[in-house]
């Protein structure tokens, strides 16, 4: 079946550092792949998004390519900032609009 | 964007009892909606997906009888979690697709004592 892997927190980064979580994924067919970001007591909301190989989701100084070659998704930004520190949610779907298959969640712990 | 709420965002009750809890979507329509569970610390794990105007569509391992789900019509799906006991304690999550993105309630936190 379908799998997201991400690497395990949490991650403690100072302010203006660079940012990579790693996230990998299985699947049988050709996924969407997503990052969804959750704020401390706060729901979960979508971060970005690509829907095929090559493409690069961006929003926020977040951004992330979709690698088929090497099944991975990892997320990237260039400067954190201590409003970035939040639980991280790799995932896949099969379509659009059809459920969703979560990694684990990364946390990001950012000090000023 | 979307809205989707949840109702209760806490509740506490005694093992044995039922729970209700509710996800609408506040300014969309939506055929399928979907239930997930977290654990602390853990990711999310999907239960199952309501579907409106038939049956819900459970995962492997999910209990149908015990976590009921009503799609009631095109802005609401309830999860009620029958005699509820100490191990259904969670954070349940409910999502409803628009376009080409999923929106997710707040979350509901089930303490069963």
């Known amino acids: 079946g379908n799998s997201v892997t991400q690497m395990e927190g949490p991650v403690t980064l100072s302010e203006e550092a660079f940012l990579t979580i790693n996230c990998t994924y299985t699947a049988t067919g050709y996924p969407s792949l997503f990052w969804y970001v959750q704020y401390p007591g706060e729901g979960l909301q979508l971060l970005l998004k690509a829907t095929k190989a090559d493409d690069k989701g961006s929003n926020k100084g977040f951004e992330a390519t979709y690698r088929k070659e090497t099944t991975s998704f990892h997320l990237e930004k260039g400067s954190v900032q201590v409003s970035d520190s939040a639980v991280y949610f790799c995932a896949l779907s099969e379509s659009y609009g059809n459920k969703l298959v979560f990694g684990a969640g990364t946390i990001l712990r950012v000090k000023s | 964007g979307a809205v989707v709420s949840q109702h209760p965002s806490r509740v506490i009750c005694k093992s044995g009892t039922s729970v209700k809890i509710e996800c609408r979507s506040l300014?969309?329509?939506?055929?399928?909606m979907f239930w997930y569970r977290q654990f602390p610390k853990q990711s999310l794990m999907l239960m199952a997906t309501s579907n409106e105007g038939s049956k819900a569509t459970y995962e492997q391992g999910v209990e149908k009888d015990k976590f009921l789900i009503n799609h009631a019509s095109l802005t609401l799906s309830t999860l009620t979690v029958t005699s509820a006991h100490p191990e259904d304690s969670s954070f349940y999550i409910c999502?409803?697709?628009?376009?080409?993105?999923?929106?997710f309630g707040p979350g509901t936190r089930l303490t069963v004592l």
């Open positions: 300014d969309f329509q939506a055929t399928t």
């Open positions: 999502s409803a697709p628009t376009g080409q993105t999923q929106y």
